[in-house]
């Protein structure tokens, strides 16, 4: 009768022990379960993302890629003579024709050089063409190939500003072209008789100090 009472004590413990045990492998199961599902949900999320970042690094690229054409004026045949010991300005012409290929980093290592190669023209003008408004023109120029710099190396790429600063930067380059001609085709019209010697007066007349 005792072995009985142990023996069913016994048994009711295992089973209890036993039930316990599966019920614990089942939370557990179900834990690592939602674990796993979380997991690769979080994979797949981030593959969307990726795929969907790389789809927009795509676009940028194309969109840049059609706008970056920058046309250099054609300077007047005496303007290239006066011109052509400023090699600075050679220098960004040449980087300018060479466009980008490949990839967006391309680009942007190309807008980073273009926006140093602009900014040391103001100091290396010739004397013929080192005047206010040529400065002006620069000044300008420099400011926009910044700006393209600027807005091709944020995140997000701002692609319709670099679009729209392409532009603005030909109509830059026009412009300064065209003031160049302009001081050229000046400084070769003939003075009238009696003009420099008039000018040196008043030159004179300026520097004596008035009492």
Same mark, same amino acid.
């Given at each position: ?16 022990? &036993?039930?316990?045990?599966? *019920?614990?492998? /089942?939370? =557990? ?7 796993? #599902?979380?997991? +690769? $949900? ?51 012409? &040449?980087?300018?024709?060479? *466009?980008?290929? /490949?990839? =967006? ?7 980073? #050089?273009?926006? +140093? $190669? ?51 930067? &030909? ?8 003031? =160049? ?31």
């Amino acid at each position: 009768m005792l072995f009985l009472v142990f023996y069913f004590r016994f048994t009711f413990v295992t089973l209890a022990f &036993n039930s316990t045990s599966m *019920k614990i492998s /089942s939370i =557990l199961f179900v834990a690592f379960f939602c674990l796993a #599902l979380a997991c +690769q $949900k979080d994979q797949t999320q981030l593959l969307m993302e990726r795929q969907k970042d790389a789809q927009r690094k795509e676009q940028v690229f194309q969109t840049i890629n059609r706008a970056w054409h920058f046309s250099i004026p054609s300077l007047a045949p005496h303007t290239r003579q006066f011109a052509s010991s400023w090699n600075d300005l050679y220098v960004l012409n &040449n980087e300018l024709n060479q *466009k980008p290929k /490949s990839t =967006l980093g391309a680009f942007q290592k190309k807008a980073r #050089l273009l926006s +140093q $190669k602009s900014a040391v023209l103001a100091n290396t003008i010739p004397m013929v063409f080192n005047k206010p408004e040529i400065k002006s023109r620069i000044a300008v120029l420099t400011t926009k190939f910044n700006q393209i710099n600027l807005y091709i190396n944020v995140t997000p790429v701002q692609d319709q500003k670099v679009v729209s600063l392409i532009t603005e930067v &030909n109509i830059e380059l026009k412009a300064l072209y065209l003031q =160049l001609d302009e001081i050229v085709r000046k400084s070769e019209i003939p003075t009238e008789e009696g003009e420099t010697e008039m000018k040196q007066m008043l030159d004179t007349t300026r520097a004596i100090p008035s009492k």
